[in-house]
């Protein structure tokens, strides 16, 4: 069953959020890549290891990141490739990125079939955290798109700008 979603940053390395793999078993864990759709195609394979952030902390989700290591190495093709990872983080504000995964069509609703991807903008980090109540950290950017997000299910997955990797989809 999907829990996260995730990316390649590695030929045996997924990049993914803490918070879905923290106090998890790396052998109750697999990944699938290279398919748009959920739970078919592409090839599943197993994780033999997960590495969250040694800082990361599940009260107030800092530190958010988990990287997995697999059983094998994914075989690159146009359905599964290593993402660009940005080399650095300052820009702050006017930054479109995309967000993609299978979470619900809204929240608690039903997930679904085909991968989806959504268009967001950067937000002020002082604004976004007046609207969190001061909850976002150091390590946290903020992305929105009014009536369409990511939700719950998204969690892990890449948000992506200019090609490259800025962030992992993580709460909000």
């Not at 045996?12 to 195609?41: D, E, F, P, W």
């Not at 992305?143 to 969690?155: A, E, L, R, W, Y």
Request: charged share 15%; aromatic share 6%.
């Amino acid at each position: 069953r999907h829990i996260c979603g995730g990316s390649i940053i590695a030929r045996n390395l997924i990049l993914t959020a803490a918070h879905c793999t923290y106090g998890q078993s790396a052998r109750v864990l697999k990944v699938r890549y290279g398919s748009s759709v959920m739970n078919k195609g592409g090839k599943v394979v197993a994780v033999v290891q997960i590495n969250d952030h040694p800082k990361y902390n599940p009260s107030n989700i800092d530190y958010d990141v988990s990287v997995l290591k697999l059983a094998e190495d994914v075989v690159l093709s146009s359905n599964a490739q290593i993402i660009e990872m940005v080399s650095s983080n300052t820009q702050e504000g006017g930054r479109n990125a995309f967000v993609s995964g299978w979470g619900a069509l809204y929240s608690g609703g039903p997930s679904p079939n085909q991968l989806q991807v959504v268009e967001v903008a950067e937000e002020d980090r002082a604004a976004c955290n007046r609207a969190y109540g001061g909850k976002i950290t150091d390590r946290m950017i903020c992305f929105k798109n009014p009536g369409k997000d990511s939700c719950q299910g998204d969690s892990g997955g890449p948000l992506v700008s200019g090609g490259a990797q800025v962030g992992v989809v993580s709460w909000g």
